[in-house]
């Protein structure tokens, strides 16, 4: 007696186990049809909602385009950051493809270690970009993976060295920070602080805006309120900085405070150009994705020992 | 004896005193408290800053509140806003469109928006819950596809609606107040209000006392459509720049502050004034915690708590009312 | 099996919700037989079964079962001493399969998993022996029809030993080669010596299969004889009772012109050919038993739901008019006071005034739609006293109010409304005595008025004493109508059985 409930879970196996031949078959004919030993090069991205990781992944996409005879490129990304384990599954089913490397940006720094750990020792290249996994944990699992991205601390250290020739010794600044979570996050307001520490600026303040101008928005308008002696603001990104540009706005203080931002974005380009941001430090994302591509094809080629290489981070102020 | 819209003719102003006074209680003990931890709290700057601030969330809030009452909700509110900013964002430094016309667009954006979400869960009579659900994800989509997912800077040429100022108060507090008072006004006193209060309460009843809830009902969620529009164009002037991201976790404020407000989530007990206290007091309560400098998970917690807290006042409000009207 | 001491025996059985529904009871039931229970609509037969089967607990005395004391709690308590039911509404979850729900609370399995194939074998069986052989236990309950998910109740209940079987209205879904199944599998439980209580308006299937008959009227037990020995003249007799009660006085009033005429209005199975005509300044009853078909008919009608064919007159007119919604009615003038005032007719926690005002307010507001509160209130107030709505205030919300009185808001809401066809349907249950009367007489000046009035009822003594004229449905027909003086409570039970009769 055939029903529902049996026909129902049949078909859909048999339609999954057809599909699996089909792209089996279908690889095997690429791999035979297509270069020998051209190699497949995984990007797995963190945000595909974040204007900052669209520029990685386009500057990757168009350097493949143009290298199209040296590897393919396979881009996968999550919805938000915080989607941790869609991320480690996007991992794993790059490992069954037996792609030959895998460049991650990874969503969280901690909890993707072990599937890297699992990819490595199926004989695949990892090379982590933008976010650098945390070196406790890489140390604690055995682990030596390249980390080729910017220094987040040192950029914004330059940025802030940059503010801090524009104020006084002892003047007031405040900190808007990235996501509480977020390791770039916590990277850059270590180095706001210290170039603000360096300089012997007062830090009064130093609180979340979530990435976000309309979250970073309401927190420096409080911040203006109860410091109504602030000098400059330094925000984690440029996202914010708008955010603190709207409420300097509101408060009538934008003739008094200075902001500095991160990331470059197009947005804040007008903002330096009107001189109402002072700087931001531009980590070029469109190559990012970049160096770490051409990191693992250089490893695949040289089996070269895995070593850390640093990014530029430029700082791009008010003309 | 309630503050429900329907249960006293004339709830807005004569009966201010009584009405209000758990939520009025409320948000004086919090700026009390923060007038008292903080320097600076208690200033005007302080409060101008909150007027400034709240007026999308109030709209939105507003909105929110209809679509309780009638029994309904949408949670793609925030997601909308995110597009509504995006289209007038692009409007303006892509297409080069002139305000107006801009701001046109992002109106039909907005209705266009609601009229989905109404249509779909009046025609299929879907629960408006899931429905918005989808409208939430493709709102999202679809600001991260007209901006590409990236910040529009428009300049101060947008700044004309958030920048005018009429008696040292915004354009857009102005705005909202006038739909606040006009929206209770409405809710309480007119045929239509009426209507929303009979559905939000027995939906079958009203359609077997021969009128039609349904184009009542889509009618709540094109007003939505057309307030959260509202909304984001004066964040977006408010920015001068819109962010695809704007708005997450707009519709959750929108619903705690209805709630607040004791406006029930089961439908046909709601009024607007109250919500606006709730937008108040989680404003307050934002900005003086900012202003105290307080850490990020001691900010979520204490909101989290306020929230709980609010709710059990307002309840118990209800029942010391009681009793002092049978005593 | 000796079929002379009694196996349940019952006695002085009281049940009292809003008034007394069981009322000194006593019966007993023999091993091996089959004991039939029958009696009017609210007679208390389901009442007493489901006290059988632990569902309800009696407010005084006492059962005995085997010789012992037997007083369940509930349905499991019954079920471990051999007393099992089959509910006339379906206990069935529809979202499991067949096996599964037949054999539910005794799943066979290892360690917590189910053991399917066990479960398959063990519900086919159960099937066979009601002849469900083409049933697949593992398909979906509600993939079945109702008389289907009638039998697989059935069969789950006979799955398990018991000594005392209820059943019903075992047969009400289920078509003529289903019933003769039944009938077989109650034979053979019958020679192993259980007994069976059966419960049906079916008049032949009772003379049919049963060996005793009880009759139950009012809460009362009218008599228990041998089915040999009564004829359905006699039966039909002591379900309805010699005297007709007190008559509500009315006046008699010449029927005006026809207000509204239906013809072949069809829904589904429970309307399947209505046709009527009222007349102003008349109330026109409509009896029949449970599940005949009038409330479907009146929502049809109304446009509540949505009717299959049929056509609608309105006064003389010779075109149809057309109703798709409860908006179209009310436009015409039809009004429909459904039975369930709580969930389908009253804003519960609004205002009196607020109800009463609900289908009016376009003429009680200025142009916008503002509200003339003060008009409100004066109309309102107007209606309730009107109709003597007994509140502190028309401030009051509805639910504080008796279900009288709420009825009264109802009946506010729609003569301020001013329709003229008035659809009342059950508008006295629940409703005190007292109330009771002030509600007949609210009717009978509303036809007096010249209003189109009609009334359903399961209350045959209200109907005699209100109407004019009383339709009779059965099976989804009206089977019969009868004036005023040409009734008799006989006559209309026999044709709202009638439909029942020869299916």
């Known amino acids: 007696m055939l029903n529902r409930k049996v026909i129902y879970p049949t078909f859909v196996s048999t339609l999954a186990t057809t599909l699996f031949f089909v792209a089996g078959c279908q690889r095997n004919d690429n791999s035979q049809s297509g270069t020998p030993g051209k190699p497949r090069v995984a990007l797995v991205m963190k945000s595909l909602a974040n204007e900052f990781f669209l520029t990685m992944e386009s500057g990757a996409r168009a350097h493949q385009k143009a290298h199209a005879a040296e590897y393919e490129l396979l881009v996968n990304g999550i919805k938000d950051e915080l989607d941790v384990s869609r991320q480690i599954d996007l991992v794993e089913q790059m490992i069954a493809q037996k792609v030959n490397a895998i460049v991650i940006a990874p969503a969280d720094s901690k909890a993707l270690v072990p599937v890297c750990k699992k990819a490595q020792q199926a004989g695949i290249v990892v090379v982590n970009i933008d976010n650098k996994f945390d070196d406790a944990v890489l140390g604690d699992s055995g682990l030596k993976l390249p980390f080729v991205g910017p220094d987040n601390r040192k950029g914004a250290r330059a940025v802030g060295d940059l503010l801090a020739k524009k104020l006084k010794t002892g003047d007031q600044v405040a900190i808007v920070e990235g996501a509480p979570n977020a390791f770039n996050g916590l990277q850059r307001k270590a180095g706001f602080e210290d170039a603000m520490k360096a300089a012997g600026m007062n830090i009064v303040g130093s609180q979340s805006g979530y990435w976000e101008t309309d979250k970073a928005n309401p927190v420096v308008a409080a911040m203006l309120t109860e410091h109504p002696g602030l000098k400059a603001l330094l925000c984690a990104n440029d996202n914010m900085a708008l955010g603190a540009v709207a409420a300097l706005r509101a408060a009538g203080k934008q003739e008094q405070v200075l902001v500095v931002g991160y990331d470059g974005i197009g947005a804040v380009r007008q903002l330096l150009k009107e001189g109402n941001v002072l700087a931001t430090a531009d980590q070029h994302a469109d190559q990012l994705a970049v160096f770490g591509i051409e990191y693992a094809l250089e490893m695949l080629k040289t089996k070269s020992a895995p070593a850390d290489r640093n990014t530029p981070v430029d700082v791009v102020s008010t003309p | ?327 | 099996m000796n079929s002379g001491t009694p196996l349940l025996a019952i006695d002085r059985l009281c049940k009292a919700y809003a008034g007394p529904v069981l009322d000194g009871i006593a019966f007993d039931l023999l091993a091996g037989e089959v004991h039939a229970l029958v009696g009017e609509n609210g007679a208390g037969k389901s009442t007493l079964s489901k006290i059988v089967a632990g569902l309800v607990q009696p407010d005084e005395g006492t059962m005995t079962l085997r010789g012992q004391p037997y007083a369940p709690h509930n349905k499991n308590g019954a079920e471990r001493q051999g007393v099992r039911m089959v509910m006339q509404e379906l206990n069935l979850i529809g979202n499991l399969t067949v096996a599964e729900s037949v054999l539910l609370g005794n799943l066979p399995h290892r360690w917590g998993w189910i053991d399917w194939r066990e479960l398959r074998d063990r519900a086919r069986g159960i099937f066979e022996r009601v002849g469900l052989t083409d049933i697949d236990p593992g398909c979906f309950v509600k993939s079945l029809g109702v008389g289907r998910q009638q039998l697989v109740e059935i069969a789950a209940v006979l799955a398990r030993p018991c000594d005392v079987l209820i059943l019903d209205e075992p047969t009400a879904a289920l078509t003529a080669p289903e019933i003769e199944r039944l009938f077989v599998e109650i034979a053979k439980l019958k020679a192993a010596g259980t007994a069976i209580l059966y419960i049906s308006h079916r008049m032949e299937e009772i003379q049919r299969i049963s060996d005793r008959i009880s009759v139950l009227r009012d809460g009362r037990l009218i008599a228990t004889r041998p089915a040999a020995e009564l004829s359905l003249d006699e039966i039909v007799r002591m379900m309805v009772g010699r005297e007709l009660g007190e008559a509500i006085h009315r006046e008699s009033v010449t029927a005006g012109p026809v207000a509204l005429r239906v013809e072949g209005l069809r829904r589904g199975d429970a309307v399947r050919d209505v046709s009527f005509e009222t007349r102003r300044g008349e109330i026109l009853g409509f009896a029949g038993l449970m599940g005949s078909g009038r409330t479907e008919t009146m929502r049809a009608l109304f446009g509540a739901d949505r009717a299959d064919g049929g056509e609608i007159f309105l006064c003389d007119e010779e075109k149809p008019v057309r109703i798709r919604s409860p908006r179209d009615a009310v436009r015409r003038g039809i009004a429909l006071l459904t039975e369930n005032r709580k969930e389908e007719g009253l804003l519960l926690p609004l205002p009196i005034r607020a109800n009463i005002t609900f289908l009016c307010l376009g003429q009680l507001s200025r142009a916008g739609g503002w509200i003339r509160a003060a008009t409100e209130l004066a109309e309102a107030t107007r209606w309730g006293n009107a109709l003597s709505v007994r509140c502190h205030s028309y401030e009051q919300r509805v639910d504080e109010l008796s279900g009288g009185n709420q009825q009264k808001v109802m009946i506010a809401k729609w003569l301020f409304r001013n329709c003229d066809v008035l659809i009342f349907d059950e508008p006295t249950r629940g409703i005190d005595v007292g109330a009771k009367f002030e509600i007949y007489q609210l009717l009978a000046d509303l036809a007096a008025q010249g209003k189109a009035v009609i009334v359903v009822s399961s209350d045959l003594k209200e109907l005699m004493a209100l109407c004019d004229r009383i339709a009779v449905m059965s099976a989804g027909r009206v089977a019969a109508t009868f004036r005023r003086g040409e009734w008799t409570q006989d006559k209309i039970m026999t044709a709202a059985l009638s439909g029942y009769l020869n299916q």
């Open chain 2, 1 to 327: 004896m309630n503050r429900t819209a329907n249960s006293s003719a004339r709830p807005l102003l004569r009966s201010f005193p009584t009405e209000y006074l758990g939520l009025t209680l409320a948000l004086s003990a919090l700026v009390g408290v923060f007038s008292l931890i903080t320097d600076h709290f208690f200033s005007v700057t302080t409060f101008r800053t909150i007027a400034n601030q709240i007026p999308s969330a109030v709209l939105v809030a507003t909105a929110m509140t209809y679509l309780l009452v009638i029994a309904e909700i949408d949670l793609s509110v925030g997601s909308v806003l995110g597009f509504c900013s995006a289209v007038l964002g692009v409007a303006m430094t892509q297409w080069h469109w002139p305000l107006p016309l801009a701001v046109i667009g992002t109106i039909a954006a907005g209705l266009l928006c609601g009229a989905f979400n109404g249509l779909v869960s009046v025609h299929w009579r879907l629960p408006s819950f899931i429905v918005t659900l989808g409208m939430l994800e493709m709102a999202r989509g679809a600001a991260h596809a007209v901006t590409r997912s990236q910040t529009q800077y428009i300049g101060s040429s947008v700044e004309a609606i958030a920048g005018t100022s009429i008696c040292g108060l915004s354009l857009p507090f102005l705005l909202a107040m006038v739909i606040v008072v006009a929206a209770q006004l409405v809710l309480t006193r007119t045929v239509f209000g009426r209507y929303l209060v009979a559905i939000g309460t027995n939906a079958e009843a009203v359609r077997l006392s021969g009128i039609d809830p349904r184009p009542i009902k889509l009618a709540v969620f094109l007003l939505t459509g057309l307030l959260v529009a509202l909304a984001a164009i004066i964040d977006t002037s408010r920015f001068q720049s819109a962010n695809p991201n704007a708005g997450t976790g707009f519709e959750l404020q929108a619903i705690a502050a209805a709630v607040i407000g004791g406006t029930s989530l089961m439908g046909g007990r709601g009024s607007v004034v109250p919500t606006l206290f709730g937008v108040l007091i989680t404003a307050v309560l934002n900005t003086g915690l900012a202003a105290v400098g307080a850490r990020d998970e001691t900010k979520r917690l204490i909101t989290g708590l306020v929230i709980i807290a609010a709710v059990i006042l307002d309840q118990y409000r209800h029942r010391l009312g009681a009793k002092w009207k049978n005593s």
